[in-house]
C-alpha cells in the first residue's frame, strides 16, 4: 500500500561526511519534491522536479543537490553536512502540480554528529 | 504569494467540534486554499482543499466566505487521535513555491 517510501527512516553522519537520502514513489506522478523540516517548524520547499526539470527554490543551499534517475526515483545528497542540517527530510509527490494534493513519505530524520 | 497567519496552538476536549480559521489577506483570483494534518515524525497528509463557499469529505469541512481572505477547517466530533499539527496553505495557479505557514497545534483532551 505504501505509496510514497522513503529509506532510511533514521541516518546518521559526521559532520562533513557526504549523505544520501532516497525516496521512492509508486504513483508515477510527474512532480516530486523536497522538503527540509526542523523541529517545531513548519516543511520547508528545498527543490522539485517536474519531470526530468530540476527546479530549486532560490534560498537553498548550494550544498544541497538531487538527483532523479527515472519515475520512481528522487536521491537528496547533502555534500558537506553541518549540525544545522539536522532536521527530517520529507519527500512528497504530486500528479502535475502546486494545486494537486501532495502526498508525502513518513521522512527521513537525520542526525549530524 | 499569499501568506497565511493561524493560531498557533488550540486545545479541545474529545467530542468537541473544533474550527481553526486561517486568515490569507492577500489571496488572488485562482488560489486554491488547502489544508494539510501531520502527526509527529510523520510526513503532512491532505485533509481538503477548496476555492470558494463550503466543501465537505468524510474527514473534514472547509467553510470559505465570499471574500476569500479567511478560510475555517472544521474537523467534527474529535477524537484523542486528531491531535497533529494542521498547516492552511494558499496555493497560486502555476507557483513555483508552495508555502507552509506556522500550523495550528491542535491537542485533544480526554
Redesign the interface.
Given at each position: 500500500d505504501a505509496m510514497?517510501i522513503q529509506n532510511p527512516r533514521y541516518q546518521v553522519t559526521q559532520f562533513g561526511k557526504p549523505v544520501t537520502l532516497s525516496c521512492s514513489q509508486t504513483l508515477n506522478h510527474n512532480v516530486m519534491?523536497w522538503y527540509q523540516q526542523k523541529s517545531s517548524q513548519?516543511?520547508?520547499?528545498l527543490f522539485h522536479y517536474y519531470d526530468k526539470d530540476f527546479?530549486n527554490?532560490a534560498d537553498t543551499p548550494d550544498n544541497f543537490q538531487s538527483r532523479r534517475p527515472n519515475t520512481s526515483f528522487c536521491f537528496l545528497d547533502i555534500r558537506s553536512p553541518g549540525l544545522g542540517d539536522a532536521a527530517?527530510y520529507?519527500?512528497?509527490t504530486s500528479h502535475s502540480?502546486?494545486?494537486e494534493?501532495?502526498?508525502?513519505?513518513?521522512?527521513t530524520?537525520l542526525l549530524v554528529l | 504569494l499569499a501568506k497565511t497567519t493561524q493560531p498557533i496552538s488550540m486545545d479541545s476536549y474529545e467530542g468537541q467540534e473544533v474550527n481553526i480559521t486561517c486568515s490569507h489577506n492577500n489571496i488572488a483570483t485562482n488560489d486554491y486554499i488547502t489544508w494539510y494534518q501531520q502527526f509527529p515524525s510523520q510526513g503532512p497528509r491532505f485533509i481538503i482543499q477548496g476555492y470558494k463557499t463550503k466543501v465537505t469529505n468524510e474527514v473534514a469541512s472547509l467553510f470559505i466566505p465570499a471574500d476569500r481572505k479567511s478560510s475555517t477547517l472544521s474537523l467534527p466530533r474529535v477524537s484523542l487521535s486528531d491531535t497533529a499539527v494542521y498547516y492552511c496553505l494558499v496555493v497560486p495557479t502555476g507557483a513555483n513555491n508552495l508555502f507552509f505557514g506556522t500550523g495550528t497545534r491542535l491537542t485533544v483532551i480526554p
Open positions: 510514497v519534491y513548519a516543511p520547508k520547499l527546479n527554490e527530517m520529507l519527500c512528497a502540480g502546486y494545486q494534493t501532495q502526498y508525502f513519505g513518513p521522512g530524520r | -
